[in-house]
């Protein structure tokens, strides 16, 4: 996998300003933890026994849905319950598929997002941001009854923030239109192409079951004006190190 702790000696000897995490990204795997950990006993995952199974099972998965996840509906009448679901569904997540592909991203960036921003400030971002990113989707489809749950709201945020701080960081990524090659490009071409790709997609979506694509938008473009706004008279990375290994889409 990914050496994180050498791709950050390479951002320092780049700009000599890294703040350095002792442990590790502490935050960043809390939260992959946290994440994992309430998926695996939550009646999504089908390992714990005490939700059942078969139809049992579905209703136990819907109403887990609805008490966690975001409801625009719901959310845009500021119930005080409902106000609190877009926190607590950057926690939940639908399906194995859902969680590890959340997962891996949150891994890939996050690390050296939080060594630039420190452990507290990052773990702000990654809830503000990530309330910002459902808030947006909800606002923007009001009256929808769909349930909207997951971590990449976040995630987008912080794939934002990195593009700003590190726009030439190089990633491996995986294109399904190359024949799934694995090819190195600087983070900015990445990034940005993933970001048009779901602009794109937000475009095309509407508000039923499906991926919340206007979340990856929101989330990615608040995380990116955060960063400018918070670091644009700072150092930025522009040394093209060697920082990650990911996929083309979270």
């Known amino acids: 996998m990914i050496d994180w702790r050498g791709a950050v000696r390479a951002v320092r000897a780049g700009t000599g300003s890294g703040r350095g995490i002792r442990g ?62 877009p926190l607590t569904a950057l926690f939940v997540h639908g399906s194995w598929l859902h969680l590890l592909g959340n997962m891996l991203f949150l891994y890939v960036f996050g690390a ?32 929808s009854e769909q349930t909207l749950v997951g971590a990449s709201g976040a995630i987008s945020a912080v794939l934002g923030a990195f593009l700003f701080l590190f726009p030439r960081a190089r990633v491996t990524s995986l294109f399904p239109f190359l024949f799934f090659l694995p090819l190195r490009f600087p983070a900015w071409i990445v990034l ?19 991926v919340a694509y206007l979340a990856h938008v929101v989330g990615f473009s608040v995380g990116f004006l955060y960063a400018w706004g918070r670091y644009r008279g700072g150092d930025r990375v522009k040394a093209q190190t060697a920082a990650t290994e990911g996929e083309s889409q979270p």
């Open 112 to 143: 050296m997002a939080e060594e630039r921003m420190g452990p507290v400030e990052f773990a702000l971002f990654y809830l503000g941001t990530g309330y910002l990113a459902l808030l947006g989707y909800a606002v923007a489809h009001a009256h």
């Open 24 to 85: 590790g990204p502490t935050v960043t795997y809390g939260l992959i933890a946290a994440c994992c950990l309430l998926f695996v006993f939550s009646p999504v995952s089908g390992l714990n026994p005490v939700y059942g199974t078969g139809d049992e099972l579905l209703a136990a998965q819907g109403a887990y849905f609805r008490r966690w996840g975001v409801v625009p509906a719901e959310l845009m009448t500021g119930d005080p319950r409902a106000l609190l679901t």
């Open 192 to 210: 940005i192409f993933w970001f048009v790709l779901q602009w794109l997609a937000a475009r095309a979506a509407g508000a039923g079951p499906g």
